[in-house]
């Protein structure tokens, strides 16, 4: 029995573990972003003000990890078997992210007001949220595109991205990805110089400058992997996690929409380059290696915390040592949460779907094989 297919869809290859650890430290500067610009609307007083270019540097490292995985076997899986193993991947934390937030908006104690919200209307968004569906009509939420789970707004954009790969990207040459990155650039340029930062992307008013920021880094990303423009280096992952940090910790200035695109365009991409080339200390592997795990429940979990804390901090306006613990805790409660539901509820519901899938491609060869 010929069971090369079933292998093909379902392996893995050998990760690169700084880069699994520098995914955990871009979400963890995504979760203290967004409670620093609770206390601080003004982005130029928030010592983290420039955290939300993680998911940039998300975009960029999603870019190299899809052709790694996949260029020299997504034709031989095919396209639905790739877009089931996106979807394992991805959507089981897509739909605990929107119920966690529909919660947060029924029963936050210390806000909201969803008694003014038809239950029409939340069903739908609901629905919308877990379908991803962007639907930016909840006032209380911002007017996000996915208004129970704001960060989802850059997984539908993940999605799209690999919709796009799986057609079109994967079977063009690198001539051609060089030529589609450096119009993308010009986006991502003209995106910042007319808003003048690139924060763009998670609401309606700004719904194509989340077009812009995934498709330059998406397909920097990939041409990196393509050209092997991989950098041999003794950073090491404590190295790459400062650099990396100073980005999100750069200073606002006039000059911010050309700071922003540069840290997009160079910056980002010569991490990913070096991350992937970089030597690992053997003590530090664990260490990457939970950061990677726990980095993508952190991010599609922690939001439905964050409405609450910002009603909190609206009402009652706690200050100095107080609100540094409540922040520090929070982040703390918020990371130790991730990995109870990375161990309870992602790894299990992936490896169930998985083996379901496993067991539907072996029933299937099998079949194949008395068929011949």
Partial sequence: MDTSKTSTILQTRQHFAILDGLRGIASLAVVIFHFMEWVFTDPARNFI???????????????????????????????????????????????????????????????????????????????????????????????????????????????????????????????????LTVIAAAGICWVSFRAGNLLGGWSGPTFWDGCARISYSFLAGLLI?????????????????????????????????????????FYFPLLVALGAGATLHTGLRKLCDISGKISYPLYMTHYAALWMFGNYYTEHKPEGAQLAMIIVGGVVLLTGFAYGVMVLFDIPVRKYLNDRRKARLDRANRLDYKNK
């Fill in 49 to 179: 003000g420039h955290g939300f270019l993680a998911v940039d540097f998300f975009f960029c490292l999603s870019g190299f990890v899809i052709g790694y995985a996949y260029d020299d076997r997504i034709a031989k899986m095919g396209v639905s078997e790739f877009f089931k193993s996106r979807i394992i991947r991805l959507h089981p934390l897509v739909i605990l992210g929107s119920v966690l937030g529909l919660l947060a908006f029924l029963f936050d104690p210390f806000g909201g007001h969803p008694e003014t919200y038809d239950t029409g209307l939340i069903a739908v968004v609901f629905i919308c949220s877990i379908l991803m569906i962007p639907l930016p009509v909840i006032a209380d939420r911002g007017f996000n595109l996915f208004s129970f789970n704001a960060p989802s707004w850059s997984l539908f954009w993940e999605y799209v991205a690999n919709i796009v790969y799986a057609f079109v990207l994967c079977r063009l040459k690198r001539v051609y990805i060089i030529i």
């Fill in 225 to 265: 992997y393509r050209s092997n423009w991989i950098i041999k280096n003794r950073l090491g992952f404590a190295g790459l996690s400062i650099l990396l940090s100073l980005a999100f910790l750069m200073p606002f200035s006039t000059w911010n929409w050309l700071s922003e695109a540069l840290v997009v365009l």
